[in-house]
C-alpha cells in the first residue's frame, strides 16, 4: 500500500491505523515495523509532505482487551505515538499524530452502534472533528 501510496500526487496523506489488527495476527513485536515499512514507503517519493497517523477511535470492548494481535488499544495507540515521535527525534517535521478519541471518543459512545462501529450521526461527528482537528490544523 505505501508504493501504491508513494506514486500518488499528494497535500496530505492520513494514515488510520491500528484498529482493524485487534483480530488479526500482528503483535508488538510486528505492529511497529509494518507502520514504519509504510511510512518509508511513503517518504520515498513524498519527503516533505504531512503525514498524519491517527490512532483507533474509542471503542470500549476493546480498549483495554486483548485481541488476537495480543495488543489493547491502549498500546496500539501508544506505539503510534512513538513511531511518530521517534521520526521527530531524527528530524521528520512532517509527520504527526492524532489520537482517533479525538475523533471519535468515550464521550461519543451513543453514536456507536455496537461500541465500535459509529451509526449515521457518529459518521457526521467523525467527519466534523476530522476536518476541525486533522484537516484545518495540518493541511492550511
Not at 20 to 46: M, T, Y
Not at 99 to 114: C, V
Not at 121 to 130: I, P, W
Amino acid at each position: 500500500m505505501g508504493n501504491a501510496m508513494s506514486d500518488l500526487k499528494a497535500d496530505l496523506f492520513t494514515l488510520k491505523l491500528g484498529i482493524n489488527i485487534i483480530g488479526g495476527k500482528l503483535s508488538n513485536r510486528s505492529f511497529e515495523p509494518c507502520v514504519i515499512g509504510l511510512i518509508e514507503a511513503i517518504r520515498r517519493q513524498h519527503k516533505k509532505v504531512n503525514i498524519i497517523i491517527i490512532s483507533p477511535i474509542y471503542a470500549k470492548n476493546h480498549e483495554n482487551t486483548k485481541g488476537l494481535s495480543q495488543l489493547t488499544l491502549i498500546e496500539i495507540r501508544e506505539i503510534l505515538k512513538q513511531v511518530v515521535a521517534n521520526y521527530n527525534k531524527l528530524g521528520d517535521e512532517h509527520i504527526y499524530y492524532v489520537d482517533g478519541r479525538a475523533i471519535l471518543g468515550e464521550q461519543d459512545r451513543k453514536h456507536m452502534t455496537d461500541e465500535v462501529h459509529p451509526n449515521q450521526k457518529g459518521q457526521y461527528v467523525m467527519a466534523k472533528n476530522f476536518i476541525d482537528k486533522v484537516i484545518n490544523k495540518y493541511l492550511f
